[in-house]
């Protein structure tokens, strides 16, 4: 059992001994999905029937037993103090947190679906209006796609009848949610920024702009010039769904132009800047899990990155137990195989949070 004060908690152990594990945990409590963008099927141990998280929470001086179980090919169970939910999704909101991970990187230098997904986590973890909407869109998009697969390529009265319906419910929705990341950008830019500026000690340009291809012409009128494409295509052309952010770095398209080290240090800033958006938003300091990034790092950006650190809860794994700039942990915890092989807390420590 891991008890984690405010402050930082640090835990270390080679690799596969199980520490991002144990942060993979704390954050399905807040998404209900891994931050390594795997199945729920996968998080459960093979040969073992289910998995369970269970967590007593401090939340605003009110205590709460949360309890989740994973079922592979089946619906997960979630209870709070003893009592199941009637939708998982109403958890959405009672946990947040910031993921740093190695794999951050992707979310400058890889495909539009990780820029997306960075903003959809950040805007779910704002609303959970948002984190509907979203789904209402994802539903109507396989729709549509199911009536064009449906279609043979030609364009009836009937099918012409049906997408009619679903392309103002993809209008609809997908207005809402374009504008709604747009609308997140602007708020991370500053602090994006700022952010880079202080990890990597450079005053170079940093900008966020969300791009979509059809927002001259507005999302109905895009859908009525791409549906004999999408007809012969089988699948929808324009949306939200095909955009991207766009992130330049002194001028030019990081993606693209920036080195490794600027592109981990701009996602590094990223994530903190949706940290610093979702304090002050929703008036508490998510939870910041760190996944090994220091081992990516260099001294100075490591030690730049520790200072930019909320002082309420982070906790970070390592495989050398060691924090950069030589701060002492508030607890620290050993794994090994799967279990708690040390632990160390100071005295007067009292359990307060998750």
């Known amino acids: 059992m891991f008890d984690f004060p405010p402050g930082l908690t640090v ?103 990780e820029r997306r997904r960075f903003l959809d986590d950040a805007l779910s973890s704002l609303s959970l209006k948002f984190h509907t909407l ?24 009937e099918v012409a009848a049906t ?29 994006v920024t700022g952010l880079y500026h202080r990890l990597a000690g450079s005053e170079v340009s940093v900008s966020l702009s969300y791009r979509s291809e059809w927002s001259d012409v507005g999302l109905m009128g895009a859908l009525n010039a791409a549906r004999s494409d999408e007809l012969r295509r089988k699948v929808t052309l324009v949306g939200p769904h095909r ?16 080195s490794q080290g600027e592109q981990r240090t701009l996602a590094l800033a990223m994530r903190l800047a949706t940290q610093r958006v979702i304090a002050a938003e929703t008036g508490r300091e998510p939870i910041v899990l760190l996944d090994d990034v220091f081992s990516e790092l260099d001294e100075t950006r490591a030690a730049a990155l520790m200072s930019e650190l909320p002082a309420s809860q982070t ?25 708690i092989v040390g632990s160390t807390r100071p005295p007067g420590r009292e359990h307060d949070e998750l």
């Open 11 to 113: 835990i270390s152990g080679g690799n596969g001994e199980g520490k991002t594990t144990v942060l993979e945990a704390i954050s399905y409590l807040a998404s209900l999905g891994s931050f390594r963008a795997v199945s729920n099927d996968t998080l459960v141990k093979v040969g073992t029937p289910h998995a369970v998280i269970r967590a007593e929470l401090d939340i605003d001086g009110r205590e709460q037993l949360v309890e989740a179980q994973i079922v592979p090919g089946s619906k997960n169970r979630i209870q709070v103090n003893r009592q199941p939910l009637r939708r998982a999704r109403d958890l959405l909101g009672t946990v947040r947190v910031v993921v740093f991970a190695p794999d951050d990187l992707h979310v400058v230098k890889g495909s539009p679906g």
């Open 134 to 157: 979203r789904g209402d869109l994802d539903k109507v998009i396989r729709q549509r796609n199911t009536v064009l697969k449906q279609a043979g390529g030609r364009e009836t009265l």
């Open 163 to 191: 997408l009619d319906v679903w392309d103002l419910k993809l209008a609809e929705f997908g207005e809402q949610v374009a504008s709604q990341r747009r609308d997140l950008c602007q708020r991370l830019e500053p602090f």
């Open 243 to 258: 955009d991207d952010l766009e992130i330049v770095l002194d001028h030019l398209p990081a993606k693209t132009h920036a």
């Open 315 to 339: 906790i970070l794994t390592t495989a050398t137990g060691t924090v950069p700039t030589g701060e002492v942990p508030a607890a620290s915890y050993v794994v090994d195989a799967g279990a």
